[in-house]
């Protein structure tokens, strides 16, 4: 535990992690309540990640969010989990509870809520997921629960994405390998792109013929790491093209009402950082 004197502190842990806007994101929410937040950015990789959270609760960190490529490693290092990250086996909010940390996932509540923003009801739509680490798992989640009506993941290591397709227990969800999409027939209303592909710069070429003709495609990355799959989207013909910067709006002010009580308007927010 933190000795009384010692400010709380938060923090984003990640690699990469020098692009994130959480720490402004956090400061604007805490300014809405009159609250002065400190809140930075810490990158670490797997290798470090378990030392450097040891190191931010010394120093009286009491929460954390967790980005790329920690969230799987968040959830072994809690000692206790909201049912929401015990049922996607992936955590990206930490908090501290005493000596421990209690981990929560606010990614599926962050992308549902940008997802209505847009005006996309997936209801017995049909779903293309790339990908299938901690983000794509919340969000496997939350798209299983509004009820499509097919869910494809596709991802390079066909044992993960068995072991989320058992997970989700829906009747609709299928798998493939990357090299495989070429070969799906139909068309997708929904395609997210929840792999760290953009991070490196790869493009994306996937066939065009997937997406019906009012297609949402979405990134939930945001800034540079989506640019090359929003400009494949856009490319080929996708009617909307969005990267996760509303997601990662609210998702952050869902773990701020976690630690603090009280949940921040976004709006204003999510427009400001849209406008810089």
């Keep these: 535990m933190p000795l009384p004197s010692m400010k709380p502190r938060y923090a984003v842990f990640g690699q990469p992690i020098a692009h994130s806007l959480s720490p402004r994101i956090h400061a604007m929410f805490g300014a809405q309540f009159g609250i002065e937040v400190d809140y930075r950015a810490i990158e670490t990789g797997r290798d470090e990640f378990a030392r450097a959270l040891a190191a931010f609760a010394r120093d009286g960190g009491v929460g ?48 549902l809520r940008d997802l209505e923003r847009l005006g996309f009801d997936a209801r017995g739509r049909r779903v293309l997921l790339l990908g299938a680490g901690g983000a794509a798992r919340a969000v496997a989640f939350t798209l299983v629960d509004a009820d499509p009506r097919e869910l494809m993941i596709v ?40 792999t760290s592909a953009g991070h490196a710069g790869a493009a994306f070429d996937l066939p065009a013929r997937l997406l019906e003709r009012d297609a949402l495609c979405y990134d939930l990355s945001y800034g540079h790491a989506a640019r090359s799959f929003l400009a494949w989207a856009r490319e080929a013909g996708a009617k909307t093209a969005s990267d996760g910067l509303g997601m990662l709006v609210d998702q952050a002010a869902e773990s701020f009402a976690i630690w603090h009580g009280r949940r921040p308007q976004t709006r204003a927010i999510l427009d400001a950082l849209r406008d810089c």
């Design 155 to 194: 991802n390079r290591t066909r044992e993960r994405t068995a072991e989320l397709a058992r997970a989700l227990r829906f009747d609709g969800v299928f798998g493939c390998e990357p090299a495989q999409v070429g070969t799906l027939d139909g068309r997708y209303d929904l395609v997210v792109n929840a």
């Design 64 to 111: 954390a969010n967790v980005t790329l490529p920690l969230k799987a490693d968040a959830f072994a290092l809690c000692a206790t989990r909201s049912a929401r990250a015990q049922r996607c086996g992936s955590v990206n909010t930490l908090t501290r509870d005493g000596d421990a940390w209690r981990g929560d996932s606010t990614d599926g509540v962050g992308f």
